[in-house]
């Protein structure tokens, strides 16, 4: 199995609030992608990276932001979440573009 | 309007049948892959395509470049191929994957 873990792995929040998800990968991937899956929608992509400190916006990304200062960690934060980001997120690596995608176990995220 | 669409939404079927799950895409694609998601569990990676045919076990994957379509087949359904099944392609301008909705497959003893 590739080695992608997310922290924390369950959080309830209140309105507001922000929130900072962790992804970590010991493949040494270039490519790090942050998604959601909601019922009815499927997996959605909120932003992705292409390389240390390389980020680009994903179909919903508002809300939404992400640092990647090393190879290794890509954070996802919300800047002051709201209820309609209660969700479960997933982050993904890969080492091309297209290539073959590993996921992590997923962050079950409320927001109350 | 969604590049991608998986048919059946919802499958059951009675072990040992034999089974496909369809996946249309809209698009000009670089790569398409199926992914697998277990009730309350993570997504692995079970195929990635750009032509032809793949078989890993009791699953095959074909594609179809000219259709703009692909297959997912099971054979000898068991119960622990009970899960939800996605299709995601990589289309060839842009970076982002684009995903179908999945198929939610229950194989009943």
């Known amino acids: 199995d590739a080695g992608i873990t997310q922290s924390p792995r369950h959080k309830v929040t209140e309105t507001g609030t922000p929130v900072t998800l962790r992804c970590h990968q010991t493949?040494?991937?270039?490519?790090m992608y942050w998604y959601r899956q909601d019922p009815g929608h499927g997996l959605r992509l909120i932003h992705y990276s292409y390389g240390v400190k390389d980020t680009d916006k994903g179909e919903v990304s508002d809300g939404y932001s992400v640092s990647r200062s090393k190879t290794e960690d890509f954070l996802l934060t919300l800047e002051s979440a709201t209820s309609s980001q209660t969700s479960v997120y997933f982050c993904?690596?890969?080492?091309?573009?297209?290539?073959?995608?590993?996921f992590g176990p997923g962050t079950r995220l409320t927001v109350t | 309007k969604n590049e991608v669409e998986q048919s059946p939404q919802n499958l059951t079927a009675q072990e040992g049948e034999f089974i496909t799950i369809n996946c249309s895409y809209s698009v000009g694609i670089s790569a398409l892959h199926w992914l697998q998601q277990h009730p309350g569990g993570g997504i692995v990676s079970l195929f990635m395509?750009?032509?032809g045919k793949k078989k890993h076990g009791r699953l095959i994957a074909t594609i179809n470049i000219q259709e703009k379509h692909s297959s997912l087949h099971i054979t000898a359904s068991h119960p622990r191929d009970s899960a939800v099944y996605i299709c995601a392609v990589g289309p060839n301008t842009g970076n982002q994957f684009y995903f179908g909705t999945g198929t939610s497959l229950t194989v009943i003893p």
């Open positions: 493949e040494n991937h270039r490519y």
């Open positions: 395509l750009s032509s």
């Open positions: 993904a690596i890969s080492e091309t573009t297209f290539g073959e995608q590993y």
